[in-house]
């Protein structure tokens, strides 16, 4: 027998959708942001309390929103692009802890474990690289750098190694800084 909060998740969901079953209703729905409280006073559509990740749903059909869900509950959609995007966002609100606690004196390492191909990608969707004259004014080009470096078998050769340095400090940080303002309440960040 499912539990109650599966119930509640899915009346709410029913409720403000264009769709009158789940299965069909769950797939009218994107997110459209995120925030971080670090209290966890919130509680999600499902009833569930004390929710760390705030997540704005938006039906694109309709316009309605739900909020705040749940991560958890985000996973309940069964929805492989959803469960994508949630993977990204969640490693990239990490990546911006982890940058955050190395300060203005570190940064944060391609191969290092803080990276993956799904955040990547991700922040190339986001548009995290912008066009310079670096990139021939085509950020997408530093994007698809990034992730043939994190690709890459064997060891960055010198010059491969300063680009990296330079996309991180020059693209990956003040996307990230706009993703820690944007989760923190508009908190600065130290990296």
């Not at 006073?41 to 316009?63: A, D, I, K, M, S």
């Not at 912008?130 to 698809?144: E, F, L, Q």
Request: charged content about 30%.
């Amino acid at each position: 027998m499912p539990e109650p909060s599966n119930y509640k998740l899915i009346g709410a969901v029913i409720e403000a959708s264009v769709a009158n079953d789940w299965y069909s209703a769950v797939r009218e729905w994107e997110i459209v942001d995120m925030e971080e409280d670090e209290r966890c006073e919130q509680g999600c559509v499902c009833g569930h309390e004390h929710l760390r990740y705030l997540f704005t749903l938006r039906n694109r059909l309709n316009g309605n929103e739900l909020y705040p869900i749940g991560n958890i509950c985000i996973k309940k959609f069964e929805r492989d692009d959803l469960d994508s995007e949630l993977r990204a966002r969640m490693q990239a609100i990490k990546l911006a802890q982890t940058a955050n606690a190395l300060g203005t004196g570190g940064q944060v390492e391609l191969k290092g474990g803080s990276f993956t191909r799904d955040l990547i990608n991700y922040m190339r969707d986001e548009g995290a690289f912008p066009d310079n004259k670096y990139n021939y004014w085509d950020g997408d080009n530093d994007g698809r750098f990034l992730l043939d470096m994190f690709n890459k078998r064997g060891d960055l050769t010198e010059r491969q190694g300063k680009k990296v340095y330079a996309v991180i400090r020059n693209a990956v940080y003040p996307w990230l800084r706009g993703v820690w303002r944007d989760t923190h309440n508009g908190q600065a960040p130290r990296f």
